[in-house]
């Protein structure tokens, strides 16, 4: 066991503040990463704040952070795809059976048994796991990913959580050259759906409810956008659309969406609102539409997204802050307020 530098809340309403946590010393298939960057998830703040008590009770402290990029300080013997000053990457979780049939399909993100990143039950050390709010981190080699040399490491942190989360259903709804989609929700998840569905190939219509983006959609790729306060301009669009994801994380009308569906169409929810959303069966009914859910994705489609984005020269649109700046960004993110997702510059931990 050694320690590392950390930030952790240290109950629901002290924010975060420095401190040092320990963590285990490389088995032989772990890597143990220097982290340079780690994006900021809503679920870090909803995580520190203790607001899944029901589902996910907090552990304190709790050190959030499930964005993680870093470079390979160190590797365990048996180590076979990394090696010290490698970059890597970390996501949502660090750990999964390996055995049940969700591992086998390569979608640990369903394996009943995974470990998940942070405040989660740590079969190494008997404690909770602590995330990428830290300077450094040791995983199993088989949820590190490699990261293309191209990109911006700084917005290459967000991939690995809002990156794969709006990647991973456009390939699994199928969308390609000439789908025609729809993002509702323009913050951390939409504007990467967007790069996404652009750079498929896809004519891309943005829902959003504020006209002040209007411009920063059409940048980021969208074809068109639309006011969803605009009840005219929405229904222009109807029965016309392949696949629409939804990112909206409060209770909105989502059969306005449904009915935007061609037959076969699909409207994936990606966003979780905290109270259930009425939905009009008819009008699934008469075009055979269906209405969905997803999460993250397996380790292997993550690697595939990471390296589409290598290809594509994918990354999010981030602020950097140091770590000092952290309760101030959460402050933030509740308004909103930040082009597209914040991502920490760790090496201001080291000032600690
Ligand atoms: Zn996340
Ligand atoms: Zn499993």
């Known amino acids: 066991m050694y320690k590392a530098k950390a930030y952790a809340a240290s109950s629901p309403s002290s924010g975060l ?14 890597v143990q990463l220097e982290i340079l960057f780690c994006g900021i998830c809503h679920s870090d703040l909803h995580q520190a704040r203790n607001e899944w008590s029901g589902m996910m009770p907090t552990v304190y402290p709790c050190v959030p952070g499930h964005e993680i990029v870093g470079r390979v300080t160190k590797v365990g013997s048996a180590v076979k795809k ?6 890597g990457a970390v996501g949502c979780m660090v ?5 049940c049939p969700e591992c086998k399909a390569g979608l640990e993100q369903f394996c009943p048994n995974f470990t998940l990143t942070y405040n989660f039950p740590d079969k190494h050390t008997g404690g909770v796991t602590y995330g990428g709010y830290s300077d450094s981190i040791v995983v199993d080699e088989h949820f590190v990913l490699r990261v293309p040399s191209n990109l911006d490491l700084a917005g290459t942190a967000p991939l690995l959580c809002a990156g794969i989360t709006t990647y991973s259903p456009m390939r699994h709804w199928g969308v390609t050259k000439g789908s025609k989609v729809g993002v509702v929700g323009l913050g951390g998840l939409g504007h990467m759906a967007v790069k996404f ?15 002040g983006k209007k ?6 790729g969208a074809d068109e956008v639309v006011i969803s306060r605009n009840a005219d301009e ?11 994801l939804d990112a909206v994380a409060a209770v909105h009308d989502i059969n306005l969406y449904v009915n935007l569906l061609k037959r076969d169409g699909n409207l994936t929810m990606v966003g979780a609102p905290a109270e259930p959303l009425p939905v009009g069966v008819f009008g699934l009914l008469f075009r055979r539409r269906s209405f969905s859910g997803s999460l993250i994705g397996g380790i292997a489609e993550t690697q595939e997204m990471l390296d ?11 602020e950097v802050i140091p770590i000092q700046k952290i309760n101030e960004a959460y402050e933030r993110l509740l308004k909103s307020d930040v082009k597209y997702r914040f991502s920490i510059d760790m090496a201001s ?3 600690e």
């Open 17 to 30: 503040a420095s401190t040092s946590i320990t963590r285990r010393e490389p088995t032989e298939h772990d």
């Open 82 to 87: 990394f090696k010290a000053g490698d970059l």
């Open 95 to 99: 750990d999964s059976d390996r055995t």
């Open 197 to 211: 569905g652009h750079a498929l190939g896809a004519h891309v219509v943005v829902f959003t409810t504020s006209p």
């Open 215 to 220: 411009d920063d959609a059409i940048r980021l």
């Open 234 to 244: 929405v229904n222009r669009h109807a029965g016309s659309f392949d696949f629409i």
């Open 308 to 318: 589409f984005c290598g290809q594509h020269n994918i990354t999010a649109d981030v």
């Open 349 to 351: 931990l080291k000032s």
